[in-house]
């Protein structure tokens, strides 16, 4: 008889394009997430959590491609008893979800609504280096309201929020533009309807950050060689095709004010460009009266972020220090934060045109440019350990556990092996632990403890000379009554 094959263990691998999390990040990300929605609540949104999953339907035209409705995003069929069922995928954002929510609640809702929403995202993307197929969004939107104040304020808390996280005034800077001056460029540029051509001229326009004026006039025209040495084809624009395109991409000046102008003298008479310049104006000058100067948000032409997703003002957050890549080299650590006004999002569900703005924060990108400028730490301290001298006194050391933590003090019994003291306070500062508190026999005999400061013994055992530590022992007796107030204490040392 043939002996049965043995079923293969499965391989113990993070799914290709995903990763795990652990204590550390996790619990900044928690904090980080409590602080933003700390601003957003502040400025009167509410807390939506809508479902993971929605119908492809649902998700609708911003799949990459709705005839395979798998492309793009993490998708399956249900079917019922008669063989059909409607396509589910996981979301890919937290926009999609919202212009859901709004049509089917809107009776409920107030108007405007104001929503804020945090969570999980997944797409269906090539992986690669810090890419990857789930990551975490940050979203605060206004549906309902076509005034420019909710744009302007969506910037004002964007700024706000930056810097309530840890990233300074003059680390970073909100930059504002509009779909319709873009437009109105178009418009003047002759394009008309000519829908593959305009697509060519956003995508070269894209481009602008990477090659420079004279490389897009180049791609907007004859076409140019790139680093590589290979010809990229141009568009096939004229000079004076191209030139709209160039005055719009250049327009910025020392002020908002010279920006405005010259703005206006590149759309022409466009009134699509007009009524965007228009609003550019207006949330300058509402940004102006709530204090928010060029330091922190400025009108910047050159911000074109998905602009066949937006109908109006478009908005990017970017960090403006500087940081080493893989090859040492310095560059701009980038943007952190886009959105804008997307007014047809809704209409989709109720066939009439709901106005709608909001913003999204990368929150693993934010978090990275924080551990960049030292805002927050790799390793956050652990919890207080309480060891184990003598297992059978186990409740002596659950009671001096609950004694910490009822004071607010996070900490932990040792619950491995206790036969090697060695071991435990090797698993201490694998937890990063500050403080090791000790009883053995003779302590509770004398109704006393011992309490080690791990981070300054830490700091001790690195020191090239021990002079300078005669003066700072790492390690306490104190009476058994004082055990709280003493760990306290240290901790408080170590800030």
Not at 173 to 186: A, H, I, Q, T, Y
Not at 200 to 226: A, C, P, W
Request: some cysteine; charged content about 30%.
């Amino acid at each position: 008889m043939a002996k049965p094959k043995k079923t293969p263990r499965p391989k113990a691998e993070t799914p290709k394009g995903f990763r795990d999390y652990f204590g550390a990040e996790v619990t900044q990300r928690t904090e980080m997430l409590r602080a933003i929605a700390g601003v957003y609540h502040h400025y009167g949104f509410e807390a939506l959590e809508s479902s993971a999953v929605e119908t492809v339907e649902a998700l609708g035209k911003f799949l990459p491609d709705v005839d395979r409705p798998n492309e793009g995003v993490f998708a399956w069929q249900e079917f019922d008893e008669n063989d059909k069922g409607d396509w589910m995928a996981l979301r890919y954002d937290l926009t999609a979800p919202l212009a859901r929510v709004y049509a089917q609640h809107r009776n409920d809702l107030p108007t405007p609504y104001r929503r804020f929403a945090m969570g999980p995202v997944w797409r269906n993307e090539k992986p690669g280096p810090g890419r990857y197929r789930q990551f975490y969004q940050c979203d605060a939107d206004t549906v309902g309201t076509a005034s420019m104040a909710a744009d302007a304020e969506i910037c004002a808390m964007l700024s706000d929020t930056l810097e309530t996280v840890g990233i300074p005034r003059g680390d970073y800077l909100v930059r504002v533009n509009n779909r319709k001056v873009l437009n109105g460029v178009l418009e003047v540029m002759g394009l008309g309807d000519d829908q593959a051509a305009r697509d060519n001229v956003l995508r070269t326009i894209d481009k602008f950050d990477k090659v420079g004026e004279q490389g897009v006039r180049e791609l907007l025209t004859k076409g140019r060689l790139d680093a590589s040495g290979a010809y990229i084809d141009g568009v096939g624009l004229s000079e004076d095709q191209a030139a709209p395109v160039l005055a719009f991409l250049t327009s910025k000046a020392a002020d908002a004010a010279g920006t405005i102008a010259n703005l206006r003298a590149a759309i022409g008479t466009s009134e699509m460009g007009a009524k965007g310049v228009a609003e550019l104006e207006q949330i300058g000058e509402l940004l102006a009266a709530g204090g928010y100067g060029s330091d922190r948000i400025e009108i910047d032409p050159s911000v074109v972020r998905g602009l066949g997703y937006y109908t109006g003002p478009v908005f990017e957050a970017e960090l403006t220090f500087e940081i080493l890549d893989d090859k040492g080299r310095k560059r701009q650590f980038g943007s952190v934060s886009g959105g804008g006004r997307y007014d047809d999002l809704v209409k989709r569900f109720t066939g009439q045109e709901v106005p709608a703005t909001g913003v999204s924060i990368g929150v693993d990108r934010l978090l990275a440019a924080l551990r960049e400028k030292g805002r927050i730490s790799a390793q956050p301290k652990g919890p207080v350990v309480v060891t184990v001298m003598d297992r059978d006194r186990m409740a002596d050391y659950q009671a001096m556990v609950s004694e910490l933590r009822n004071a607010g003090i996070r900490a932990e019994v040792y619950l491995g092996n206790p036969k090697n003291f060695g071991n435990q306070l090797k698993y201490a500062d694998k937890r990063n632990s500050p403080v090791a508190v000790i009883e053995g026999g003779d302590e509770k005999a004398n109704g006393i403890v011992q309490i080690k400061d791990l981070i300054l013994g830490a700091q001790i055992a690195q020191s090239a000379t021990l002079e300078e530590w005669k003066e700072r022992p790492s390690q306490f007796e104190v009476p058994r009554d004082q055990l709280v107030a003493k760990v306290r204490e240290i901790l408080d040392g170590q800030g």
